[in-house]
């Protein structure tokens, strides 16, 4: 909502519509919000019933702030003076611009200010505890980078399962795909092209929502996002080295796509980084700084802390040998491992959001990521749908 | 001679090497092709990406064990091969041991760390 009368807004501040507004609430603020009977908290210029300013579905209105909506035949009883009959009054003085349409909007109490609390030592720990973060694991409405997401096909509902989606790529034909693990949503080799992908994964699901979407056709019915379009096979034989642990999925229209580089509630994704390379003695070229959104530990950071890494990894199938990996540990300000189980998938970003790597791998002490630029190409040959580019 | 753990025994222009393993011998690796010894040098910290890249088994064999991951390190400290093995192992393995990468033949040092840990699919 508008709360100021300078607020710019691009394009729609050339509405005429709404600079009228604007300009009537310059005139007639004062008045309004001093009128003894209103009860206004603040007014401003809105959509009417929209919380967005961009749904030119609705008109632009005055907005008044109350803290509590009082139904119209109540308000002589409660002695308030209806937002109209204000405006009205206050719309004297410049009656040129017409009367506005009005909406009342409940505020739940005063504003006040939010910056640093001080209070009483007795009060001590009353606002305390680890503050909150982003819920990976709920549905989202705009999907986005950092969401848990899961293949179900074949396992569900016996078996519940959640990786990370890790960001998306759009393909020379424009189609957009998400990118995550082979595990998570090519089902270790098993996913056949066209298995549907969920968001939430299966394993978030509450116990009303497993009961409400108790066969695989209903979840896919409700939480589908995409189809799976490419899945790098991983190799488990004895002896064979992998680089990528990558599948992708192409986006169906089922969600908002318009917040697909945002990295959970926080910034961009801005572009992919150069690989790293070292000098004689092995310090690291490029930026080892390092950032993840994962559906289970959140926004976690760390450091690359090696390169080239050759190990083995435990799967549900067996153990399969990678190469080529990066190692990463948890910054000295990171509460926790960078990564735990349901993070698989996530796309590793540096500190100017771009990314290093795909996430696929832990142990207690550290998370495995395949170069980006390794997994841009194997999907590059898989997909085989035109050069890829990253959504940004 | 001896050097840094790996006895060359040089017949005119073919070079056996030895990897030992601390006191005792842990392995021999016999090179087939014929060098210079004189061609032998340090890896340096982009050889040994290149080697983990295009053989890591070669030196997986070559320390004779399977449970085991390489890297190189990114902390600037020197360029070697951090190997990471489990508790008890450390003591089996040499200080260095040679690879022949590219048509060189390259003394790759060895960092034993025994804090091996097998990684999970998260």
Request: charged share 20%; net charge negative.
């Amino acid at each position: 909502m508008v709360e100021s009368s300078n607020y710019a807004i691009g394009d729609d501040q050339k509405d005429s519509r709404l600079n009228s507004l604007l300009t009537w609430i310059d005139e007639n603020a004062e008045a309004m919000l001093t009128h003894p009977n209103a009860g206004l908290e603040a007014i401003g210029v809105g959509r009417k019933n929209a919380d967005d300013l961009k749904d030119d579905s609705c008109d632009w209105c005055i907005v008044g702030f109350v803290k509590r909506k009082i139904p119209e035949k109540k308000l002589t009883r409660n002695n308030v003076t209806a937002f109209a009959s204000v405006a009205s009054a206050a719309s004297a003085t410049s009656p040129a611009l017409g009367a506005p349409e009005m909406d009342v909007v409940e505020t739940g109490g005063a504003f006040s200010p939010l910056p640093g609390l001080s209070v009483p030592i007795a009060q001590r720990g009353a606002y305390g505890g680890p503050p909150p973060s982003v819920d990976f694991q709920k549905r989202f409405d705009a999907l986005r980078i950092g969401l848990g997401i899961t293949n179900p096909v074949g396992a569900y509902p016996n078996s519940l399962g959640v990786g990370t989606l890790g960001f998306f790529i759009r393909d020379g034909a424009g189609n957009i795909h998400l990118v995550s693990n082979n595990h998570v949503i090519g089902d270790e080799n098993g996913a056949r092209v066209g298995n549907a992908v969920v968001q939430p994964g299966t394993l978030d699901l509450t116990n009303t929502e497993l009961q409400v979407m108790n066969t695989s056709s209903k979840l896919r019915n409700r939480l589908q996002i995409a189809k799976v379009s490419s899945v790098v096979d991983i190799d488990f034989r004895a002896g064979q080295l992998n680089e990528v642990d990558v599948a992708t999925a192409e986006l169906g229209d089922e969600r908002d796509q318009s917040l697909l580089a945002r990295i959970g509630f926080g910034s961009l994704v801005q572009g992919i980084a150069p690989p790293y390379t070292v000098d004689a003695a092995g310090a690291v070229q490029g930026e080892t700084r390092v950032y993840k959104a994962g559906r289970t530990t959140g926004w976690t950071e760390g450091r690359v802390s090696a390169i080239g890494v050759v190990s083995t990894v435990a799967y549900t199938t067996g153990p399969a040998r990678f190469r080529n990996q990066i190692a990463i540990v948890p910054s000295a300000d990171n509460d926790g491992p960078f990564s735990d189980r349901g993070d698989s998938g996530s796309g590793i970003v540096d500190i100017d959001n771009n990314l290093i790597g795909l996430l696929f791998a832990g142990s207690s002490a550290h998370t495995l990521a395949n170069p980006i630029g390794l997994v841009m190409s194997a999907i590059q040959n898989e997909l085989n749908a035109g050069p890829l580019t990253l959504v940004t | 001679m001896t050097r840094r753990g790996i006895h060359w025994d040089v017949n005119r222009y073919t070079v056996a090497v030895v990897v030992m393993a601390g006191a005792a011998a842990a392995g021999v690796l016999t090179l087939t092709s014929r060098y210079d010894p004189s061609d032998m040098r340090k890896a340096e910290a982009p050889d040994i990406l290149s080697i983990l890249s295009e053989q890591p088994d070669t030196i997986i064999r070559m320390l004779e064990l399977d449970e085991v991951d390489l890297s190189l390190p990114t902390d600037g400290l020197g360029a070697r091969v951090l190997v990471r093995v489990q508790p008890g192992q450390a003591a089996t393995l040499p200080k260095s041991i040679v690879v022949e990468h590219q048509g060189a033949l390259l003394e790759v040092a060895i960092e034993v760390s025994e804090t091996y840990e097998k990684y999970q699919a998260q």
